[in-house]
């Protein structure tokens, strides 16, 4: 008989598995639950916002009334209050907000759970008129409307605390499996966004009787050169890119029959301070 040399045919010394394609099968695979994961905590917090009064809001949140960075006797402030009151009476809220001006060169407002929106004072440096500043804050009463202040930062909480608890706090895996947390919530928010967005012209149609300075905010926001922003980058963020929400509006005026006619100058308070 013929000696033929040959390996075994198992041998625990040499792995016939393929690492690199275990390791992207897992990946996916764990993308995939968490994705799941987070979009069934996504819709019990939006079930939960729902039995939170705001009588309930207000007393949670009544310690975080950010007094401290407010000058109740600015002018600026009072009139932005009376901007916000007038705007009231196009979107049904059912309870008063406050008005704070902070003085921080940022172009930024947001909605603050206990009924509380917060403005930068380099948000007025980017409006020119009464109606593009009306569409910001009509904006900022579309979140309160749809109670997007909570949700969001219900979500946020827990999709942190998920991603903690499943891979630990600091450790390499939540580094790694973090963009999934947030390509997740920045999709959400986006869509809240874009409601808020078609809300806030309903408001500015209502008020003014046509969407004149609707898209003044995004157009002093936009890019200088379109071709340079970032193909991907808006996938990732919690806000639609500019040009792309111009755009929305463009043909969300259309839709609803809302002119473009001449806008109000910003009211004189408003201007630049010395």
Same mark, same amino acid.
């Given at each position: 008989? +013929?000696? +033929?040399?040959?390996?075994?045919?198992?041998?625990?010394?040499?792995?016939?598995?393929?690492?690199?394609?275990?390791?992207?099968?897992?990946?996916?695979?764990?993308?995939?639950?968490?994705?799941?994961?987070?979009?069934?905590?996504?819709?019990?917090?939006?079930?939960?916002?729902?039995?939170?009064?705001?009588?309930?809001?207000?007393?949670?949140?009544?310690?975080?009334?950010?007094?401290?960075?407010?000058?109740?006797?600015?002018?600026?402030?009072?009139?932005?209050?009376?901007?916000?009151?007038?705007?009231?009476?196009?979107?049904?809220?059912?309870?008063?907000?406050?008005?704070?001006?902070?003085?921080?060169?940022?172009?930024?407002?947001?909605?603050?759970?206990?009924?509380?929106?917060?403005?930068?004072?380099?948000?007025?440096?980017?409006?020119?008129?009464?109606?593009?500043?009306?569409?910001?804050?009509?904006?900022?009463?579309?979140?309160? +409307?749809?109670?997007?202040?909570?949700?969001?930062?219900?979500?946020?909480?827990?999709?942190?605390?998920?991603?903690?608890?499943?891979?630990?706090?600091?450790?390499?895996?939540?580094?790694?499996?973090?963009?999934?947390?947030?390509?997740?919530?920045?999709?959400?928010?986006?869509?809240?966004?874009?409601?808020?967005?078609?809300?806030?012209?309903?408001?500015?149609?209502?008020?003014?009787?046509?969407?004149?300075?609707?898209?003044?905010?995004?157009?002093?926001?936009?890019?200088?050169?379109? +071709?340079?922003?970032?193909?991907?980058?808006?996938?990732?963020?919690?806000?639609?890119?500019?040009?792309?929400?111009?755009?929305?509006?463009?043909?969300?005026?259309?839709?609803?029959?809302?002119?473009?006619?001449?806008?109000?100058?910003?009211?004189?308070?408003?201007?630049?301070?010395?």
């Amino acid at each position: 008989m +013929k000696y +033929k040399p040959s390996l075994p045919e198992n041998n625990d010394n040499v792995s016939h598995d393929q690492p690199v394609r275990e390791f992207v099968l897992l990946f996916f695979g764990i993308t995939l639950f968490l994705l799941t994961v987070f979009w069934i905590l996504g819709l019990f917090v939006d079930r939960a916002v729902d039995y939170i009064t705001p009588e309930m809001e207000a007393m949670i949140f009544s310690s975080a009334d950010g007094s401290e960075s407010v000058d109740n006797s600015n002018p600026r402030q009072a009139e932005l209050q009376r901007m916000v009151d007038a705007l009231l009476e196009c979107i049904q809220i059912g309870y008063p907000l406050d008005v704070h001006l902070i003085d921080l060169d940022d172009a930024n407002a947001f909605a603050f759970p206990g009924g509380r929106i917060f403005i930068f004072n380099g948000l007025l440096d980017k409006v020119v008129s009464e109606n593009g500043l009306s569409f910001v804050l009509a904006h900022e009463l579309a979140h309160f +409307k749809n109670r997007d202040h909570l949700r969001g930062m219900g979500r946020g909480i827990v999709f942190t605390a998920v991603s903690a608890l499943l891979t630990g706090a600091g450790s390499d895996f939540t580094q790694l499996f973090a963009p999934t947390a947030n390509f997740s919530q920045a999709q959400y928010s986006q869509e809240r966004e874009s409601k808020a967005d078609e809300q806030a012209l309903q408001v500015l149609g209502c008020y003014y009787g046509h969407a004149g300075g609707a898209t003044e905010f995004f157009e002093a926001m936009k890019p200088d050169d379109d +071709k340079t922003s970032n193909v991907f980058g808006h996938y990732f963020s919690s806000h639609p890119e500019a040009v792309e929400r111009i755009d929305n509006l463009h043909r969300l005026a259309k839709e609803i029959n809302l002119a473009v006619k001449e806008v109000l100058p910003l009211p004189a308070v408003l201007g630049t301070p010395e």
